[in-house]
């Protein structure tokens, strides 16, 4: 039973440039969320998609917008990259209603 | 808005000793979910364990247990028989229950676990 996957592992961009995180949910979830790990802190949430619609979002500027596939996976564009978007991108997919998400490996996002 | 508070950004225990991981979280919910998840060096967050918050019985997962103190809004992490492999960021998290239209995890600043041979 494969878990969540997302790619790549490691990105490195320059302020102004757009990128693109990809990640395939655990199998028979439908529902993936987005968080944002900056270097020593917790996890902040960005969005949630949940049949192909962002069903809630954080507090996030719209330069971070996302998409969901009909197979459940997702990616997640940011715009105009700034030096404090490097982060570590975490992915998490659920059931909908379930109280538990299991998280992807991340992608550790560089921006110079 | 909910906030989770982890008081202890490091801490370090003995191998096969017990150690003690705190927590505690603000809401005005009455249903919602508390978790410990465990970062290692790999950077996959892993779930420990996960509470209910209308269960009045604390959660274990074998050598993990947590202490949830529902009317001081506390739930803390117990890790029993300490390994090596323990050594990882832990965060607690909180979630309101389903039905109440959120469904971000909450997660506070971790606390970084040291286990010492």
């Known amino acids: 039973d494969a878990g969540v996957t997302q790619s790549p592992t490691h990105l490195i961009k320059t302020r102004g440039q757009q990128v693109t995180l990809r990640c395939s949910p655990k199998?028979?979830?439908?529902?993936v969320s987005w968080y944002q790990q900056a270097l020593g802190q917790g996890p902040q949430f960005i969005f949630q998609?949940?049949?192909?619609?962002?069903?809630q979002r954080g507090n996030f500027p719209d330069r971070f917008s996302g998409h969901q596939f009909p197979n459940y996976s997702s990616e997640l564009n940011v715009n105009a990259l700034l030096l404090g978007d490097s982060a570590l991108y975490l992915c998490?997919?659920?059931?909908?209603?379930?109280?538990?998400?299991?998280f992807g490996p991340g992608t550790r996002l560089t921006v110079l | 808005a909910q906030t989770v508070t982890q008081s202890q950004p490091e801490m370090s225990v003995q191998e096969a000793e017990t150690v003690t991981l705190s927590c505690t979280y603000d809401?005005?919910?009455?249903?919602?979910?508390l978790f410990w998840y465990k970062q290692p060096p790999s950077r996959q967050m892993i779930l420990v364990i996960r509470q209910e918050a209308y269960k009045q019985q604390n959660a274990t997962e074998n050598r993990f247990s947590v202490n949830f103190q529902k009317a001081a809004k506390s739930f803390s992490l117990k890790i029993s028989d300490s390994q090596l492999g323990d050594t990882a960021m832990y965060f607690c998290a909180f979630m309101k229950g389903s039905g109440a239209g959120s469904y971000q995890l909450t997660f506070g600043k971790g606390t970084k676990l040291s286990v010492i041979p």
């Open positions: 998490a997919s659920s059931l909908v209603g379930a109280g538990e998400q299991f």
């Open positions: 809401t005005s919910e009455n249903n919602y979910y």
């Open positions: 998609y949940y049949e192909e619609e962002e069903r």
């Open positions: 199998s028979g979830h439908d529902t």
